[in-house]
């Protein structure tokens, strides 16, 4: 699975979210300084084009929605993550954010008790 630029990623964010959406609902959600309309929409033709957008036509206008479940991309591109910058090791890869992200004991606990469940 291609991994998407920013802007396809930003627009993947919304219509995951939204199930569905008309480009104008895209733009609604996009931040400030929101890209041209032509941008939003040739962007999304690419990735219909890429095959992560469905396009169903709806009167005169159409509707796009997901074409590969977030899950899925985040599953792979996490797997990739770890590989290229943990050596394919996912303690180096929980290390490092528990270290960074300065958890608290609670959230640690709750963490090793995830773990502990997975294993039984």
Do not use: C
Not at 17 to 44: G, Q, S
Not at 61 to 67: D, E, I, K, L
């Amino acid at each position: 699975m291609q991994q998407l630029a920013k802007r396809e990623d930003q627009i993947m964010q919304i219509v995951w979210r939204l199930d569905t959406a008309f480009i104008r609902d895209i733009m609604e959600a996009l931040p400030e300084p929101k890209p041209h309309y032509n941008t939003v929409a040739t962007i999304v033709k690419i990735l219909v084009k890429k095959g992560f957008l469905k396009s169903k036509m709806l009167g005169n206008t159409h509707q796009y929605s997901p074409a590969i479940d977030f899950e899925d991309y985040r599953e792979e591109h996490l797997g990739d993550i770890k590989k290229k910058f943990f050596g394919d090791s996912f303690e180096k890869m929980f290390t490092h954010f528990a270290k960074k992200e300065n958890l608290t004991e609670k959230e640690l606990k709750e963490l090793i008790k995830v773990v502990k469940s997975k294993k039984s």
